[in-house]
């Protein structure tokens, strides 16, 4: 399953250009969007991290992709 997760996030990441975690949640069942993000990392990939304040004010990570 992490594996899939891993691979179907960072489709969306090389399609959309970055994702947060309830957009990961929402499209992917993943709950550790950082742990997915760790792997992709690992395996060579550029991710920067921004923080992202959504409509109920609450601050999240956003991770954007930058290549590999």
């Known amino acids: 399953m992490t594996q899939t997760q891993n691979k179907n996030i960072l489709a969306y990441l090389k399609q959309h250009g970055k994702i947060d975690c309830m957009q990961a949640l929402e499209k992917f069942g993943s709950f550790r969007l950082s742990a997915r993000i760790h792997n992709l990392r690992a395996d060579g990939h550029i991710i ?7 409509k109920n004010k ?5 991770y954007k992709y930058c290549g590999k």
């Open 58 to 62: 609450k601050i999240v990570a956003e």
């Open 48 to 54: 920067q991290t921004f923080r992202k304040r959504l």
